[in-house]
């Protein structure tokens, strides 16, 4: 037990040292080309996904333990949910649960980062700095 802790201790020291260098070469910011998974500004950050399929779509991310529940999002326009969040300063590791059950990777997140299951999570920076994980 104590080996599989270490273990993921260091994954998390990896992971994070991996978002701080994706930032540092990205100068800090990288826009999307079509909708943005996550914006932030004025102490929330916006997240938005599109799927003209979907029934449901929930947030879910390391702010809120990987609960598929407590962050519903709502459809905003044909096929376009969003959902804004209230987020300390920090490095936030995302991704989206369709229909309850199918997880997405954002699209067009401007950052990822190994999720240490052999893919991957998308990235959002709140408060221009890097804090640490949440």
Same mark, same amino acid.
């Given at each position: ?10 994954? +998390?020291?990896?992971?994070? %040292? ?16 079509? !909708? ?9 950050? %916006?997240?938005?996904? +599109?799927?003209?399929?979907?029934? %449901? ?11 598929? +529940? ?20 920090? !490095? ?5 649960? !369709? @229909? ?14 190994? @999720?240490?299951?052999?893919?991957? @999570? ?13």
């Amino acid at each position: 037990m104590a080996a599989y802790a270490v273990i993921r201790k260091l994954m +998390t020291v990896v992971r994070h %040292t991996i978002v701080v260098l994706m930032v540092l070469f990205a100068g800090g910011c990288v826009h999307e080309r079509i !909708v943005p998974s996550a914006v932030v500004g004025g102490g929330s950050c %916006t997240f938005a996904y +599109t799927d003209p399929g979907a029934k %449901t779509v929930s947030l879910v991310g390391s702010f809120n333990n990987w609960d598929r +529940t407590s962050v519903p999002m709502k459809r905003v326009d044909r096929g376009t949910w969003a959902v804004s969040v209230r987020l300390p300063r920090g !490095v936030y590791y995302y991704q989206f649960v !369709v @229909d309850g059950r199918t997880w997405v990777v954002p699209p067009y997140a401007g950052a990822y980062a190994p @999720d240490g299951f052999g893919g991957r @999570d998308a990235v959002v920076v709140v408060g221009g700095g890097l804090k640490g994980r949440k």
